[in-house]
């Protein structure tokens, strides 16, 4: 016979410390506060620790509490999976979509009519913000496309999307016929910021082997479509993603600036789910067709 402690206990326990709150635990579990507190408690007095400090109006984990969540929620969504083959539960064809705004607007809405028009179609909701979504509190969502490297947290997968290169982008109008050639003459021109970004128009210099901080100015903006729209209007050089500019390139609205290869690389964007939802046909279908559009841009 195992040596376990009670399975509620241990429900309530996963439940307040993924959601950091007896209340919401309650409410997840269709149980009184009181109830959660009570099961926790037995659960405390069980293993001989202390799980949660309790504040007035919150409750925080203490590093042993952190432990067994830890080491609990991998042992939950292993028998999750392990039950999954017979369950056979009915899943919904909807599938809720948070993105960041730039690579919503540039890459992913584009190409969502061709995600829609597979065999056997899937509702997509969209929904977009710079803060990315807590996949563990908001099970509303199935997928997060994330811009930069994700926290890592116990029961969340993460996969990077593929290095991105990172260009100096340019319209016609502004470059005209007079083509920089090298890093001097590129900073006499408007060089445009992208606050967010994880390449600053210092890096590349650096990068370049520029060991002396050039001066240059431009205007500067939070999102990248918005640095690429003002590129395109010609108000300076912008430093971005080739995929994100991938609609302005080919209509030639913008075009990368040559002769300044090797250019940069780097994991920009990145697919967050549960570990729960692994086996997950919609999120299944959903990454196959991500990473084979992927492989086209």
Not at 62 to 75: C, F, H, I, P, W
Not at 98 to 126: E, G, Q, T, V
Not at 174 to 194: G, M
Request: glycine share 4%.
């Amino acid at each position: 016979m195992r040596n376990l402690p009670n399975f509620a206990s241990l429900r309530a326990f996963e439940s307040a410390a993924r959601l950091e709150s007896f209340a919401a635990a309650a409410d997840e579990l269709h149980l009184t506060p009181s109830a959660i507190s009570h099961q926790i408690r037995n659960l405390e007095t069980g293993l001989g620790v202390t799980l949660f400090v309790r504040h007035t109006r919150r409750v925080e984990l203490t590093a042993n509490g952190q432990q067994l969540a830890r080491k609990l929620s991998v042992a939950l969504d292993a028998l999750e999976e392990a039950c999954s083959e017979w369950m056979h539960v009915p899943e919904t064809m909807n599938l809720s979509v948070h993105c960041s705004p730039s690579f919503a607007s540039k890459w992913l809405a584009p190409r969502l009519s061709l995600f829609m028009s597979l065999p056997n179609p899937i509702n997509i909701r969209l929904t977009s913000s710079a803060t990315p979504p807590d996949l563990i509190r908001h099970e509303e969502v199935d997928v997060a496309l994330t811009y930069g490297a994700p926290i890592e947290r116990p029961g969340i997968l993460y996969e990077a999307l593929g290095q991105e290169i990172i260009a100096p982008l340019a319209s016609p109008s502004l470059i005209a016929s007079n083509v920089p050639h090298t890093e001097k003459e590129i900073a006499r021109y408007p060089l445009i910021d992208s606050q967010l970004s994880p390449v600053s128009w210092g890096d590349w210099f650096t990068h370049r082997g520029i060991q002396r901080e050039l001066q240059y100015s431009g205007p500067s903006f939070d999102r990248a479509a918005m640095a690429l729209g003002a590129a395109a209007d010609g108000l300076g050089i912008a430093l971005e993603s080739t995929r994100l500019a991938q609609e302005e390139l080919n209509s030639g609205k913008l075009f990368v600036i040559e002769g300044f290869e090797p250019y940069l690389r780097r994991e920009m964007h990145f697919l967050c789910y549960r570990a729960a939802q692994k086996r997950s046909q919609k999120v299944e279908r959903f990454k196959a067709w991500l990473i084979s559009q992927l492989a086209q841009t």
